[in-house]
């Protein structure tokens, strides 16, 4: 997934991208970021396993999934500036590749294009999440419904 | 609908509160309009589309086949929606059928990918304005289903447990 997520930018857009990102290590339990924090930034996980959690109404956390190598942390809030949905927390030793809004706010005065491109293949990578989503869900309704 | 009554229409979109006046305006200059009438069908779900669409006036229904084949109303949207945008963003094919109900009528403001692509030749500023104020919006509608595809899957795991 990590190589097509960045299909539409040429190797010299993508170095630039890169030359705008840190490299973060977290250590096992540490947390990236919480639920309802102000997003202010991008990672990319090159290596390890994140846990998603997310605090329901009544206070407990749910368990929303794993990120895993190649996926995007936080690119939702990056998009549209809303708060973090879930809290990420490394799961063990992790890698990431973190943008900074700060960054991309500069980006945006030197090259819009390129900042439009790197928007649109974020979308595309949820969209695509959301689909594979929207089809398991639909796959273990059905299940439930033979069941 | 004339011009001067579209800018006053799009004018009071929160869609486009960060456009100026000439923005607006030279946006409306590559929007083409059209209305659709009486079971007619904008878009069918599955196809690959390559324009977006803002209802003016009237009504669109957002129909989708359920596993059995029938198309099922999913939602009714109003003048001042904005839908069809993830074409311009992403070829994947439409997500959902827009029709206007039997006996019923809609004026919608059409752009084309096309038009927005001569855009960022003539106006790269607007161009990316709109780019990012389309992303923006994208984005806060998958938050959205997002948030129920996470709550529905949870919902159905703590029946499985």
Redesign the interface.
Known sequence: MSDSIFSDLTDKELEEILKLSEEIIFEPNQTIFKQGDSGDALYILKQGKVSLL?KNNMGSE?N?GIAERGMFLGE?SI????PQ?FSAIASERCITLKITKQKLDIL?KIN??L??KF??SI??Y???R??K??E???A???N?QKL | MISSEKFEFLRKLDFFKDFKDSELQKFLSVCAERIFENGEIIFEEGSIGDEFYIITKGSVEILKESSTGERQLLAVIEDGSVFGEMSIIDQTPRSATAAVGEDAQAELLVIKKVFLEELSLSDLDLATKLILTLIKYISERLRLTSERAYFAQNTLNSFND
């Open positions: 997310k749910l929303m939702l998009l549209d500036s809303g949905a945006k819009k294009k900042l439009c928007f649109i979308i595309r949820v969209n695509y959301l689909r989503a929207n398991n869900f639909a273990s309704r059905s439930m």
